[in-house]
């Protein structure tokens, strides 16, 4: 039988039930209130009582203390694909070329030149560029935009491609007769540029940039290890570097790009490392145009070498990268890759070795960042023997190139285990940079307390059930993903899109978009 049991003030004898457990309803051994069962002693009552407190205390109140006392969440910026395009105006190459980077704002600042039109557009010719990229308007809107929604911040993450597309081909037609190392020199100095004009738009804020496929001294996609672009670009890119950490990571970034870094106070324990994998690119090929796929060894070796050490000392890391692992969906559409005939899906990177190398550290690894794409999207890597998977978060672009709106992420990150609990992104409202404004929140929009693994897999297990993508969180997602009509799109092709999310290999994914192939 069940009583209402109230919990009587034992230790001084009075019969006053005490205030905050006054309505538990738990079986009681009190048939009558007024007369006790024989079986119901003073001490069996004072083991209710406390056993009673302890549940409150488990339930109640120790959840609110550790609400009230959690870390507040630092505020952090997110951004990539800046694609900065210094020949939107020919003529004014040559001024910067020979300009020092200080006084590249006043050059680009300045009137247009006479024959832009005509020059550029025999330019785009020449070199087949596939729309524009960020030229010093867009730019100088969106360090505004910056300014006025990201001064808060402390510390940013810029995932890769500073240049923009085809610059090697833009220079080689404005300078068809420049010596060896101009072009490295010019790279070098545009990529200074836009470094000191965004550190200048949040003074004191360390912005940790890494290189991207088009971040190059000889051509996209092109990198020669222990280069001279590696060593002259190295000093900008870990300019932010606390001075007792710069000397190490100076020399890992002139050797292959890569670099790590320990966040300062309010976080505990939490590095950044940034890789540059542009080595472990399908379409990655050293300065002499020659493939090398001997080069992402080590590059892979000191990740592994991070992972290793941050688990021995109790750390955790933000990997930071440009290129993500895993399916290429677009190129797998364009390339009419027949998926469920047998063909294999286009893959980002050579070979799994990024994501397998990640896979056994979710305990060390709460996110990776990524970009590339240019869009808004969410991604996960599995775990490996019962392990939790590692969240995955792709970064959109400035640069509006592949039709999205230029837009950046605040992130809002756990200071104690480095969990992104939230983040928002910013876009403009046109590809000019008219104006920005906030677009959605993740919170808001998926209703979830945090971006944990553990949260994306249930996104992303709901995204690849809803083929038609008719639930509100897949509307929510195609919505974000382009921010205007091109969403539509996205709808027709989702089951081949949600499919290349959480699976990282060929097999994975052809299980999932074809469940009844055979293999």
Same mark, same amino acid.
């Given at each position: 039988?069940?009583?209402?049991?109230?919990?009587?003030?034992?230790?001084?004898?009075?019969?006053?039930?005490?205030?905050?457990?006054?309505?538990?309803?738990?079986?009681?051994?009190?048939?009558?209130?007024?007369?006790?069962?024989?079986?119901?002693?003073?001490?069996?009552?004072?083991?209710?009582?406390?056993?009673?407190?302890?549940?409150?205390?488990?339930?109640? %109140? #120790?959840?609110?203390? =550790?609400?009230?006392?959690?870390? +507040?969440?630092? &505020?952090? $910026?997110?951004?990539? @694909?800046?694609?900065?395009?210094?020949?939107?105006?020919?003529?004014?190459?040559?001024?910067?070329?020979?300009?020092?980077?200080?006084?590249?704002?006043?050059?680009?600042?300045?009137?247009?030149?006479?024959?832009?039109?005509?020059?550029?557009?025999?330019?785009?010719?020449?070199?087949?560029?596939?729309?524009?990229?960020?030229?010093?308007?867009?730019?100088?809107?969106?360090?505004?935009?910056?300014?006025?929604?990201?001064?808060?911040?402390?510390?940013?993450?810029?995932?890769?491609?500073?240049?923009?597309?085809?610059?090697?081909?833009?220079?080689?037609?404005?300078?068809?007769?420049?010596?060896?190392?101009?072009?490295?020199?010019?790279?070098?100095?545009?990529?200074?540029?836009? %470094? #000191?004009?965004?550190? =200048?738009?949040?003074?004191?804020? +360390?912005?940790? &940039?890494? $290189?991207?496929?088009? @971040?190059?001294?000889?051509?996209?996609?092109?990198?020669?290890?222990?280069?001279?672009?590696?060593?002259?670009?190295?000093?900008?890119?870990?300019?932010?570097?606390?001075?007792?950490?710069?000397?190490?990571?100076?020399?890992?970034?002139?050797?292959?790009?890569?670099?790590?870094?320990?966040?300062?106070?309010?976080?505990?324990?939490?590095?950044?490392?940034?890789?540059?994998?542009?080595?472990?690119?399908?379409?990655?090929?050293?300065?002499?145009?020659?493939?090398?796929?001997?080069?992402?060894?080590?590059?892979?070796?000191?990740?592994?070498?991070?992972?290793?050490?941050?688990?021995?000392?109790?750390?955790?890391?933000?990997?930071?990268?440009?290129?993500?692992?895993?399916?290429?969906?677009?190129?797998?559409?364009?390339?009419?890759?027949?998926?469920?005939?047998?063909?294999?899906?286009?893959?980002?990177?050579?070979?799994?070795?990024?994501?397998?190398?990640?896979?056994?550290?979710?305990?060390?690894?709460?996110?990776?960042?990524?970009?590339?794409?240019?869009?808004?999207?969410?991604?996960?890597?599995?775990?490996?023997?019962?392990?939790?998977?590692?969240?995955?978060?792709?970064?959109?672009?400035?640069?509006?190139?592949?039709?999205?709106?230029?837009?950046?992420?605040?992130?809002?990150?756990?200071?104690?285990?480095?969990?992104?609990?939230?983040?928002?992104?910013?876009?403009?409202?046109?590809?000019?940079?008219?104006?920005?404004?906030?677009?959605?929140?993740?919170?808001?929009?998926?209703?979830?307390?945090?971006?944990?693994?553990?949260?994306?897999?249930?996104?992303?297990?709901?995204?690849?059930?809803?083929?038609?993508?008719?639930?509100?969180?897949?509307?929510?997602?195609?919505?974000?993903?382009?921010?205007?009509?091109?969403?539509?799109?996205?709808?027709?092709?989702?089951?081949?899109?949600?499919?290349?999310?959480?699976?990282?290999?060929?097999?994975?994914?052809?299980?999932?978009?074809?469940?009844?192939?055979?293999?």
């Amino acid at each position: 039988m069940m009583w209402k049991l109230e919990c009587y003030r034992v230790l001084s004898g009075t019969r006053e039930p005490s205030t905050p457990l006054s309505v538990i309803l738990i079986p009681a051994c009190f048939p009558n209130p007024l007369e006790p069962s024989m079986l119901c002693s003073r001490s069996v009552r004072l083991l209710l009582c406390s056993l009673l407190a302890a549940f409150a205390l488990q339930m109640v %109140l #120790l959840p609110a203390y =550790a609400q009230q006392n959690r870390p +507040p969440a630092v &505020p952090a $910026l997110l951004l990539s @694909d800046i694609h900065f395009d210094p020949f939107l105006d020919p003529g004014k190459v040559p001024q910067l070329a020979a300009a020092p980077v200080s006084g590249w704002r006043a050059i680009l600042d300045a009137p247009a030149s006479a024959d832009r039109d005509t020059h550029l557009a025999a330019l785009e010719k020449s070199c087949h560029t596939r729309g524009r990229d960020t030229d010093e308007e867009l730019f100088v809107s969106s360090l505004n935009a910056l300014h006025t929604e990201a001064r808060n911040v402390q510390f940013a993450v810029i995932a890769g491609d500073l240049l923009a597309h085809a610059l090697d081909c833009k220079f080689n037609a404005v300078f068809p007769k420049a010596p060896e190392g101009a072009y490295r020199a010019f790279t070098v100095k545009t990529m200074e540029y836009i %470094l #000191l004009q965004l550190r =200048a738009t949040l003074p004191g804020v +360390p912005v940790y &940039p890494v $290189l991207g496929n088009n @971040d190059s001294g000889c051509g996209d996609y092109q990198l020669d290890p222990h280069s001279a672009f590696l060593a002259e670009s190295s000093k900008s890119f870990v300019a932010d570097v606390p001075a007792s950490q710069r000397a190490q990571a100076q020399a890992d970034f002139a050797a292959f790009g890569n670099y790590s870094v320990a966040l300062p106070a309010p976080f505990q324990h939490l590095r950044i490392v940034a890789i540059d994998n542009l080595f472990e690119s399908s379409r990655y090929a050293g300065c002499d145009a020659k493939p090398n796929p001997a080069a992402a060894l080590q590059p892979l070796a000191w990740l592994n070498a991070q992972l290793q050490a941050a688990r021995a000392q109790g750390e955790k890391l933000w990997i930071v990268g440009h290129i993500p692992p895993g399916i290429d969906p677009y190129s797998t559409a364009t390339h009419l890759r027949n998926v469920c005939g047998g063909q294999a899906p286009e893959m980002y990177l050579s070979s799994g070795a990024l994501p397998e190398a990640l896979a056994p550290y979710s305990d060390v690894v709460p996110l990776a960042l990524f970009a590339h794409t240019h869009m808004d999207e969410m991604r996960l890597i599995p775990g490996i023997s019962q392990q939790p998977p590692i969240a995955v978060k792709l970064t959109p672009s400035i640069s509006p190139n592949n039709g999205n709106l230029p837009s950046f992420t605040v992130a809002r990150v756990n200071p104690t285990n480095g969990t992104m609990v939230d983040y928002a992104v910013v876009a403009s409202t046109d590809a000019k940079g008219a104006s920005w404004a906030l677009k959605y929140s993740f919170r808001e929009a998926y209703q979830e307390n945090a971006y944990s693994a553990t949260n994306v897999a249930q996104l992303l297990s709901g995204f690849e059930a809803d083929k038609a993508a008719t639930t509100a969180p897949s509307q929510t997602y195609i919505h974000n993903y382009y921010f205007h009509a091109s969403a539509l799109l996205m709808a027709l092709h989702w089951p081949q899109y949600t499919c290349s999310l959480g699976n990282m290999d060929a097999e994975s994914y052809r299980t999932c978009l074809c469940p009844t192939a055979a293999h």
